[in-house]
């Protein structure tokens, strides 16, 4: 996470634009209902599955399993090269970061991918609004023990650790609220995180949201075998060219390129909540060639 936008639509799906008035007139005021409690609304269907289903549970603990897994396998054989793409490299021509004898590492998203934000996604769904980064600053300096571990993760880092591998965070979170980053993934039970050592951030260096720079830069002091996140850019900023449509995209993330590294290396977790996807119209979803009425 943090190309990060929750839709106003998702939140607030099934609400429907007020209809132009027709010039009569005016008639008696009508006393309006009292609000129903938060707790009787029924969240987002999205957020539903995320964090309340035990489907994504067994699917995210399904995921960790086998990042450890693969982990402790891979080590096994000194790798020639890391899993993080060189610089200028393509997925169409692939080429990835010499590996030498630097330590293994594992790199991961933080938000979506180790821990659930449980305290600002029910906010904003409650509050029918879309994200709001006033609310998302205060929740990175102070959330620390509102965030909950995503199923497994926590035995995951901690079986990778005990096999030597250095557990990396490459987050979106600010550089300016470190601190309580580092607090909320130790008080989410998944142990130290230090910023500029295993915790990158968004404000480390020029690039922005773009994670290819902290990449090339936990790369250059590691062997990475491992990426895990839970959107495209959490692997390679081409996922995320601005105005790629959204045929190329899929086209990309389904290429040989990509598909020789989908779990033998890169690991994505399901994230229904929000993405780049959220543009998608009718057609990009439903391809024309498959529209059905009954007759």
């Excluded at 490459?170 to 915790?199: I, P, Q, V, W, Y």
Aim: proline residues 8%; charged residues 20%.
């Amino acid at each position: 996470m943090r190309s990060f936008a929750i839709g106003a639509a998702l939140l607030l799906a099934g609400c429907a634009s007020a209809p132009a008035e027709v010039a009569t007139a005016p008639a008696p005021p009508v006393p309006l209902p009292a609000p129903a409690p938060a707790e009787a609304a029924k969240p987002p269907v999205a957020l539903q599955y995320l964090y309340g289903s035990p489907e994504a549970a067994v699917a995210v603990r399904a995921t960790n399993a086998r990042i450890a897994d693969y982990g402790v396998w891979r080590i096994k054989q000194r790798p020639t090269d890391s899993v993080v793409l060189a610089p200028g490299a393509t997925l169409d021509a692939p080429a990835f970061e010499p590996c030498g004898n630097k330590p293994f590492a594992a790199v991961f998203d933080a938000d979506e991918t180790l821990i659930w934000n449980l305290g600002p996604m029910r906010l904003f769904a409650e509050k029918g609004a879309g994200f709001d980064l006033k609310v998302w600053d205060q929740w990175e300096k102070s959330g620390a023990g509102k965030a909950l571990a995503m199923p497994g993760s926590v035995e995951m880092v901690n079986k990778l650790r005990a096999a030597g591998i250095t557990v990396i965070a490459n987050t979106n979170r600010s550089a300016a609220n470190a601190k309580g980053s580092e607090d909320t993934l130790r008080a989410a039970g998944l142990g130290e995180f230090k910023h500029g050592e295993t915790l990158f951030l968004m404000g480390d260096d020029a690039g922005g949201s773009s994670k290819d720079g902290r990449r090339a830069a936990i790369a250059s002091k590691y062997c990475v075998i491992i990426l895990g996140g839970d959107q495209l850019g959490d692997f390679s900023q081409q996922f995320n060219v601005k105005d790629l449509p959204a045929a190329q995209r899929m086209a990309l993330a389904t290429s040989a390129g990509a598909t020789a590294l989908w779990d033998k290396g890169w690991f994505l977790f399901p994230n229904p909540v929000y993405g780049p996807w959220e543009k998608l119209g009718w057609g990009d979803t439903f391809p024309s060639d498959k529209q059905w009425e009954p007759k």
